[in-house]
């Protein structure tokens, strides 16, 4: 026997919409990012003063490097003397970038480390 999933789950999408819950796998993925299993929604980012001790350095190619690095959420180009976060995973953003980001998320987009549970990154010129 083979299960088509239209048969299976026709008119759900209908319904849940009419009902004003999400309608797709994603939708609901997202819906669920920011609650609990209880169903309580609780903030997962970051506040803003955790986001404002995270040091601004002034971007360097490492020694050796022959190319400038990324920012993972843009996916722009480092340039040489730009502005940058490190967070304690050692990944490096542009500060807007990753601000937006940590508002929603205490993790870094990279690795799934918790910001706020790392070493303090400090290097010469963060401030």
């Known amino acids: 026997m083979v299960l088509n999933p239209d048969e299976i789950f026709g008119g759900m999408d209908e319904f849940f919409g009419r009902h004003g819950m999400p309608v797709s796998i994603m939708d609901m993925l997202n819906s669920l990012s920011g609650m609990n299993f209880t169903g ?3 903030n997962r980012g970051t506040t803003e003063q955790q986001r404002d001790a995270i040091p601004v350095c002034k971007y360097s190619r490492a ?3 022959t190319e400038n690095a ?3 959420v843009c ?3 480092l340039e040489e003397g730009e502005d940058v976060k490190i967070l304690p995973c050692k990944h490096i953003y542009h500060p807007q970038c990753i601000d937006r980001w940590l508002e929603r998320s205490k993790l ?3 690795c799934k480390t918790d910001v706020l549970r790392g070493p303090e990154t400090r290097r010469p010129g963060c401030s």
Do not use: H, I, K, R
């Open 40 to 42: 309580n929604n609780f």
């Open 63 to 65: 020694p050796g490097d």
């Open 70 to 72: 990324t920012c993972s």
């Open 75 to 77: 996916l722009t180009e």
């Open 108 to 110: 870094c987009c990279v």
